[in-house]
């Protein structure tokens, strides 16, 4: 069996499950956030639900649409606040002590290996970085997680994916996933796992690992998934006391398909509108003035970013009339740019600095797009109208590349803005 | 149950972004998220829409976000089922969730036109275009689905699973 179907076989409490197979699954995490649980609190109220299944095993994070950009994100905070105070939410997290989800929740060690995880959020996939199955579903399946702690499930098939040679200088883990999908196309691991392997990501921090796992929903992936091992283990060192199982696949297990790449070759990659496939070497860009840079997110917030921004950004400024927001993922990453001395170089190339919040990304505030305009962004989708006004184009691009475009502007190689 | 429409044509990729743009997910009115929906792609969607309608599209339908707002705008603004080649997992749960029947065919969506009248057999899976005269067979609803669909989605299930207070439909 893989990785997958290992973790899925003892959530359902049997010995061995097929690719196919319908299953009821144990699940040990929740995540819902403030624009996917007040309709899931809808749901239970509905039917008269007034309970959860385990209150330390929900977590709600108020990420979205915070600080609250208007009276309606507003009144939606609050019904999660309300029910999570009702309910004796252990892990609640508040505008000031959180962050985006999917940075905030590995942060704080409340993913281990071998959970099963489900968030009623499409990025909740980047779980699978530690070892786990986790996978995004609506709010009726995000409050029947609330409720009873059990989902069913199809056992997906699983694409491993080989990534062997030596990264190029600027090439990170978000140009390999950028480069995987424009190679299988956004539905090309659909109802799929989507298995990470191989000598380039055995060597990969976690930050790299949450960044490929947190786009396997952009090739249509259930999960993406990566087997645990001392980085994660390092990784999770003091951040939890819960025991972890930690499975691997099979060497015999079975894959619907194999795809092996030499990173050599891969330079950093931009995705053009409107389609996170639609992706190019940075050298065959051409010239594309950009209106805005927005380097954060769940994909590319991360402290490890925010460095290979700064890289880029010390003793240079955004271009006349080009907008650079910056937004740490996570209250804790935010401290530790402060601490390593980063907003100042931040700040020295005017940009604008944003509390954590998903806000650009959604095109929910923080930077919202008019018509016309450009963006390149760090950030996981390019959809038409996904950042601003549906005449908007998005750019998808790692944080050395978006900071070097905002300095340019245009769309830039770092090589052009940090002399090497 | 057959239901007979009017087809409206989509392509590959139709995402979540452009079924429902987020900012009207927040509202948590059904009505609203009918009133927009497809604004993306055609802003007038639902003004030509009549009750009854049916959406086919190409691969990949409703990908993107987790947001269960976008089969719900697609329910509320008239249309009363989408076939497509394929459909992104999570649309595909959400849909079932959300009551809007929806169908996998690899051949009917190359065949059918915009503006053709087509019958859906619910329970079989077959399609019939009745401007060409042409039938096609969808893939069958998983029985566990429409088990689910039967007892009127997944908290109407888990509420007389766990014996709670059933309060609307």
Known sequence: MTITEKILAAHAGVEKVDPGELINSKIDIVMGHDISTPVAIDELERIGADRVFDKDKIVLVMDHFVPNKDIRSAENSKRVREFAKRHQISHYFEVGDGGIAHALLPEKG?????????????????????????????????????????????????????????????????????????????????YRAMEFTGKVVEQMPMSGRLTMANMAIEAGAKNGIFEPDRITEAYLREKTARPMKRYESDRDAAYAEVKEYDVGRIEPQVAFPHLPSNTKPINEVGDIAIDQAVIGSCTNGRIEDLRVAAQVLRGNKAAPYVRLIIIPATQEVYRQAVQEGLFEIFLNAKAAISTPTCGPCVGGHMGVLAKGERVISTTNRNFVGRMGHSESEIYLANAAVAAASAVKGRIAHPEEVVKT | MILRGRVWKFGDDVNTDVIIPIHYCTSGDPQEFGRHCMEGIDPDFPKKVKPGDIVVAKRNFGCGSSREPAPIAIKMAGISCVIAKSFARIFYRNAFNAGLPILECEDAPDAIEEGHEIAVNLDTGEIQDLHLGRSFQAKPIPPFMQDLLREGGLMNHLAKQLNLRKVAG
């Open chain 1, 110 to 190: 409340i993913i281990l290996p071998g959970d099963v995880v489900v968030g009623g959020d499409s990025h909740s996939c980047t779980y699978g970085a530690l070892g786990a199955f986790a996978t995004g579903v609506g709010h009726t399946d995000l409050a029947a997680a609330i409720l009873t702690g059990e989902l069913w499930f199809k056992v997906p098939e699983s694409t491993k994916f080989v990534y062997d040679g030596k990264l190029p200088k600027w090439t990170e883990a978000k140009d390999l996933i950028l480069y995987t999908i424009g190679d299988i196309g956004v539905d090309g691991a659909l």
